[in-house]
C-alpha cells in the first residue's frame, strides 16, 4: 500500500510491489533454513512451505542476481545475503519519529527494527514534558525543531505515530523538513507531493479485518 | 492479506476485505470532522481528502447501515459511530501475546490498541526470566500453559510476536491451545487449519517496499 507518483527520468527496472512484499516471507523461511543448517533449497520446496506457486517463485526470483542449479535449487546462504541486501536490511537507514506517545516509544523500544536496517535516530514532540528527555538513547527534540534535527542526524524518513488528526498536518511538517520518505502508523490517508515516498502501516485498521473475519468464522 | 478458508455453512453478507481495510480511512476522516465540529460531510468531499472515489466511498458505505442526505451528506457523529461499531472498535476482544521479547512488550504498552477494541490480557514466553512478570498489569506466563491461560481470560486472539523460525511452532501450539484467530507479526507465512483467521502485519515487510521506493525515487 506504499503510494508512489510516476517518475518521469528514465525507467529503471521497478520491481512490481507485490513481488517486493514477497520476498521478506522467502527471506524469512530461507533464514530458518539455515538456522537449521541446510544448504540447497528448491523454489518448489519453498512454495510447499509458504503457499505460493513455485513458479511465482521462481519469478521472483529472477529479479534477483542469483540462479539456482538445476535439481539442488538455490544455495541457501547465498540466498539470504542476496535477499536481505537487495530488501536494504543490512543497510542503515536513519529515521525520526514524530509523536512521541504510546506507540512512538514503543517503536523506539523494538530493537528489531535495527536488524531490518532501520535506525531510529531522534524522536520529536510537542509535549514540553518529554521534550528534552531520552528513550533508549534516543533523544526527543521540540517539533519546531525538526529541519535541524532531520539534517542533522542525515534521517531521510520520517515515521508519524501522531493521533490521526493530526496526521496530515505532520506530513506537511515533516516535509517542508526535508523528509523523503514517510511511513505514515495513522490510518489517515495522507497526500503528499511528487516524489515522496508513503508506506502506510495502519496495524488497527489490520485489527477491523480480524475482527470481522473472526466473527464470520466462529458466529 | 487476511488468509481465510472458504466456509461452506449457507453464505452471508460478506464484504469485500478491499472495502474492509478502507473503512477505518474513512472512520479517520470523519473522527477528525467531528473534533473539528463538521456535521455533514458528502461522499465528494470525503473522496477529495482521501484519495478514493466519490462512487467507491458510496458503494462502500452502502454496506452500512446508514444512508447520505441527498444535497448534506452523511451525518459526521451517526457516520462515526457506524463504522467504529462495524468495524468492531467499541467491543472488546481479548488477546493472549505469543512472545514478549522487545515487539510484544512494545504492543503490550501501545495503549492505542485498546482504544480499537484489543485487549491484551496476558504474556506467554519461555524465557523464565519474565514467566511470573507482569509489564503494565499484564502478567506473563509459561508457554506451556497456554492452553489454560488463554481458556481463563476467554481470549479467542492470540498475538503472535516470537523470532521468525518459531512462528509455524508458535501457531500451531496457539491452534491446539483454542486460539481461533491469530495475528501474526513475523514475516513468516503461517500454515494453519480451515476456520482459523491469520492476519498478518509484518511492519519489517513494509520497510523493504520503502527503502526500495526511497531509493528509486531520489536515487
Chains 1, 2 share one sequence.
Not at 150 to 171: D, H, L, M
Request: charged fraction near 20%; hydrophobic fraction near 45%.
Amino acid at each position: 500500500m506504499t503510494q508512489i507518483v510516476p517518475i518521469k527520468t528514465p525507467l529503471r527496472d521497478i520491481m512490481p510491489e507485490p513481488t517486493l512484499r514477497r520476498l521478506p516471507w522467502y527471506l524469512a523461511y530461507v533464514s530458518m533454513l539455515r538456522s537449521r543448517n541446510v544448504e540447497y533449497v528448491s523454489s518448489t520446496a519453498i512454495a510447499k512451505e509458504i503457499n505460493v506457486e513455485a513458479t511465482q517463485i521462481a519469478k521472483d526470483l529472477s529479479f534477483l542476481n542469483i540462479r539456482g542449479k538445476t535439481r539442488i535449487g538455490y544455495a541457501v546462504a547465498a540466498l539470504e545475503r542476496v535477499l536481505r541486501s537487495y530488501l536494504g536490511f543490512n543497510r542503515e537507514h536513519n529515521a525520526v519519529i514524530i509523536g512521541v506517545g504510546s506507540l512512538g516509544r514503543a517503536l523506539i523500544t523494538d530493537s528489531g527494527l535495527t536488524r531490518y536496517g532501520l535506525d531510529i535516530v531522534a524522536g520529536l514532540d510537542v509535549n514540553p514534558e518529554i521534550i528534552g528527555s531520552s528513550i533508549m538513547n534516543v533523544p526527543v527534540f521540540d517539533i519546531k525543531d525538526i529541519a535541524e534535527v532531520r539534517k542533522n542526524f542525515s534521517a531521510e524518513i520520517a515515521i508519524i505515530t501522531v493521533p490521526v488528526e493530526k496526521a496530515q498536518e505532520t506530513a506537511d511538517i515533516a516535509i517542508a523538513a526535508g523528509a523523503k520518505a514517510l511511513w505514515n502508523f495513522t490510518p489517515f490517508r495522507i497526500r503528499t507531493p511528487e516524489g515522496i515516498v508513503v508506506q502506510n502501516t495502519s496495524i488497527y485498521a489490520h485489527l477491523a479485518v480480524m475482527y470481522n473475519r473472526l466473527n464470520l468464522v466462529n458466529p
